[in-house]
């Protein structure tokens, strides 16, 4: 789809100037085409094609075993259902950290093959390389640090990141060398609200927060989280707006209740 053809599609630039003048942006994830219509007709900024869609479409306990393939997979059936969101897509683990000719040509491979807007990466200095060269080719990157899950073996631990003095600092830096680099916005994931403030103010570019306080520039959530189907992930950070969970549960147990007492289907449902 055209950028002049999507009704008020939201852009790079329109997100920068949301910042400016100081309307938050609301990000969530989406994964496949009927959840990603139904939250872009609602009215989201932004969309993630997150790789946790490893933990939640797929049920892997972390995001390192999703591949390209597999979000580019979701990501098309994503861009297929929006028609006004900007649409993220986070590269997956392995497809990036290396190497950098890799790292543009696995996004290369999601913007052509997906025709999506920008992709996410995990890191700081360790990966400008790869954000350089990506960048350089023309596609929007979008920063993530603080908690980065594709790093979870080398930490061991999901806990709150950047706590201690010296880890905040490395954060700053960091956030400051993706802003320099080109980055157009940046995730920033489970720190103290404090620091999530504090780089939001010294950053130009919007700075977007899950679990980073309300200092930020705009929030995202993990749509299954949010809606309640995933009731085993209950940090601190996450405020449930419905629960799916139970309404689905209840919605399914009245269908086989039905089907088993030859209640569905009545006379008015069959030809
Ligand atoms: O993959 C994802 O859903 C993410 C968000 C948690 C920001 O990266």
């Known amino acids: 789809m055209s950028i002049e053809s999507k009704v008020k599609a939201v852009t790079t630039y329109r997100l920068s100037e949301m910042k400016q003048r100081g309307e938050k942006i609301s990000m969530l994830t989406s994964y496949d085409y009927s959840m990603a219509r139904i939250v872009d007709r609602a009215g989201i900024d932004v969309i993630l094609v997150g790789d946790s869609a490893a933990n ?5 306990e972390t995001t390192l075993p999703i591949t390209l393939d597999d979000m580019i997979y979701h990501a098309r059936s994503v861009r297929r259902a929006v028609k006004r969101a900007l649409i993220v897509v986070d590269l ?25 807007d920008a992709v996410k990466l995990e890191g700081g200095e360790e990966i400008l390389e790869s954000v350089h060269r990506i960048l350089c080719s023309g596609i929007p990157v979008m920063g993530h640090l603080g908690l980065t899950p594709q790093s979870i073996h080398k930490y061991g631990t999901y806990n709150v990141r950047a706590r201690e003095e010296e880890e905040a600092d490395k954060l700053i830096k960091d956030a400051k060398l993706l802003e ?92």
């Open 180 to 271: 320099e680099a080109g980055c157009f916005g940046l995730v920033l994931e489970k720190i103290p609200a404090e620091l999530g403030a504090r780089v939001a103010k010294e950053l130009k570019i919007p700075v977007i927060g899950i679990g980073a306080g309300g200092g930020v520039d705009g929030q995202v959530l993990v749509v299954h989280d949010m809606l309640g189907i995933n009731k085993e992930f209950s940090p601190r950070f996450l405020r449930r707006y419905a629960d799916l969970d139970t309404i689905i549960t209840d919605a399914v147990a009245n269908y086989v209740s039905d089907v088993k007492g030859a209640i569905f289907p009545n006379e008015s449902e069959q030809y």
């Open 56 to 60: 939640v479409m797929a049920g892997y």
């Open 92 to 116: 997956p683990f392995g497809t990036y950290q290396g190497n950098s000719k890799e790292a543009l040509s696995s996004a290369i491979r999601i913007m052509k093959e997906a025709e999506t």
